[in-house]
């Protein structure tokens, strides 16, 4: 049995006043059933590890340096000083930091192996765009983006390690995959690491994220191959969050 994950990935959104009273509220609910990892902006990761000290909720980073150790790099946070400050997972080629900050699937086979290195568990992130997807390259791009991770660090990698599937057109825009669409691909996804090593296949939890909310989660976490959510906008109301953290008992 794979063990359900839900986590809140709170992008650019927020503040200390914000986090208190979010984590509070998911605090006070005390949620059971799935793993729930919180991920805040960077600079929030200690106030929110200081907020859930002595809980189960675990805390994630969205982002990390590509490079090792410290150095000569302005503006990067290594794997290191997340690790450091309490986190203990990190989102790994969101889609936003494919697009935005034109990250390689080389390079994030390199943050894949900095995270794992400094002791945190990637979350590694993989989807197709609306376009790929209209041109049937579904399994192309996505099969790339897994296997550009293997071909570096090794299957073995993934035995601690978690993926998520998000289509990048269902991200934010309120038009969420069908059950069925979401099975298919994470049956994919699940067959791609099984061609390595069909135990680490079984074993490894592959998240569905894009446009998840209380109403479509129940059924999503339903299919066999989906271990749980990434979730976006939702995350960021206590009352949504942990509907979709029940929705994944
Ligand atoms: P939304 O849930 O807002 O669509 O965002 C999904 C996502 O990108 C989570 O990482």
Redesign the pocket.
Known sequence: MRRKVVAG?WKMHGSRAMARELVGQILAASPGGPEIILCPPSVYISEVVRLCEGSALMVGAQDLAERDGSGAFTGDVSADMLHDVGARWVLVG?SERREYHAETNDMLARKFDSAQKSGLTPILCVGETLAEREAGRVEEVIGEQIHAVIRANGIATFENAVLAY?PVW???TGKVATPAQAQEVHAFIRSQLAREDANIAGLTRVLY????KPANAAELFAQPDVDGG?????SLAASDFLAICAAAR
């Open positions: 990935n969101h998000e269902a991200i934010g994220g894009g446009s998840v990434l979730i976006g906008g939702a």
